[in-house]
């Protein structure tokens, strides 16, 4: 099968389309036929080792053989293994890959999830019929991680949450999460942003190209720096003596009922997924290079197998 390998750590060219061999399903696991994945920016953040930690992970000097970049993936199940239960072939499905690599032509993925162990094994769940293959690959990941931020958070209706970054593939996802919960939403982006942040439910919105955002004279229940360039010191100020800064750090493990209750909200037409822009799995050097220049709305969508 085609997939994309990480042959070095540096700029998206070291990425490179080659053939390896298709997996074979365990008993627990199936076999999924992918037909889109994302260009996330934990992806260029293992291609480019960075933070260093990504060494200690996937090889020191060089990626591990046949690294497979890719961290959510949506497709079609091909075959099951004897002891799972809750799929079957042709089931569309979508999820999180585990680091198993979903920008290739296929994976295998656990047809049931332990406890505690679905951000390092993997989990899918069944694909909201209304959504095409590249909309529901972009979710799983940027979805649960807003959802695990605001749940640390403890968000309530009626509270004031200011989210920095509020454009990107976390950003889109906050603003529509913490209005579900009741919250009063500030979006933290550029002024080119401010008719996306404001369709998706923003209250207000502060372009931080021209404003200070921690000098604001507001105090917020939550503050939520969903791209790290802020630090909890700086936003202390404009929180309220309960308030809470959170930064994609220390979250609680995502489990099943996270990922089926992101469904549920898809399915009730309460979350959608912004797509910036698809590429096809050829063009996986072009997508990378559109990531790193940070200026994506939302998400990146690789169409594959099609």
Known sequence: MKAVICTNYGPPEVLKIQEVDRPTPKDHEVLIKILAASAHIGDTRIRKADPLLVRLLFGMLKPKKNLILG??????????????????????????????????????????????????????????GHLSHEEAAVVPSGALTALKNLQKANIRSGQKVLIYGASGSLGTYAIQLAKYYGA???????????????????????????????????????????????????????????????????????????FLFIKSLL????????????????????????????????????????
Do not use: W
Not at 237 to 251: D, H, M
């Open 71 to 128: 961290l959510e993936v949506s497709g079609v199940i091909e075959a099951v293994g004897k002891d799972v239960q809750s799929f079957k072939p042709g089931d569309e499905v979508f999820g999180l890959t585990g680091f198993r690599g979903g920008c290739a032509e296929y994976i295998c993925l656990p047809g049931k999830v332990e406890q505690g162990t679905g951000e390092k094994k993997g989990m899918v769940v069944l694909k909201p």
């Open 267 to 306: 399915e009730d037409h309460k979350l959608k997924p912004v797509v910036d822009r698809t590429y096809a799995l050829k063009e996986i050097v072009k997508a990378h290079r559109y990531v790193d220049t940070g200026r994506k709305k939302g998400n990146v969508a690789i169409t594959i197998g099609r």
């Open 184 to 258: 009063e939403v500030t979006a933290v982006c550029s002024r080119g942003n401010f008719e996306l942040v404001r369709s998706l439910g923003a209250d207000q919105v502060i372009d931080y190209t021209v404003e200070d955002f921690t000098a604001s004279e507001t105090r917020y229940d939550i503050v939520y720096d969903a791209v790290i360039k802020s630090k909890a010191a700086q936003c202390q100020k404009i929180l309220t003596p309960n308030g809470i800064f959170v930064n994609n750090s220390r979250l609680a493990k995502i489990e099943e009922a996270d």
